[in-house]
Nanobody, 114 residues
Framework: QVQLVESGGGLVQAGGSLRLSCAAS????????MAWYRQAPGRQREWVAT???????TYTDSVKGRFSISRDNAKNTVYLQMNSLKPEDTAVYYC????????WGQGTQVTVSS
């Protein structure tokens, strides 16, 4: 049973924007915080942003002011709006429940060209 499905990645020039989506199963999403993570080639997976069930958000310093995380509780979906993209944002992006990880999805590739 697929529980996390990420989509929306692609190739974009520096300064561009992308909107990622993550559809989660209700058992993972409902009532829980959700987060985005990313993994660049040769690097460990890192946390990007979290949105609580009530909508409160937190971000890693490198994306503050450029990325915005949100959620649609009716659709069990979490989003990541990414603006002013930089080449260093290039990575595979994943979502998960930060309090207790479940099986990771396939992720969605984001490539930012300079």
């Amino acid at each position: 049973q697929v529980q996390l499905v990420e989509s929306g990645g692609g190739l974009v020039q520096a300064g561009g924007s992308l909107r990622l989506s993550c559809a989660a199963s209700r058992s993972i999403f409902s009532g829980n915080a959700m987060a985005w993570y990313r993994q660049a080639p040769g690097r460990q997976r890192e946390w990007v942003a979290t949105v609580l069930d009530g909508g409160t958000t937190t971000y890693t310093d490198s994306v503050k002011g450029r990325f915005s995380i949100s959620r649609d509780n009716a659709k069990n979906t979490v989003y990541l709006q990414m603006n002013s993209l930089k080449p260093e944002d290039t990575a595979v992006y994943y979502c998960n429940r930060p309090t207790r990880w479940t099986t990771w999805g396939q992720g969605t590739q984001v490539t930012v060209s300079s």
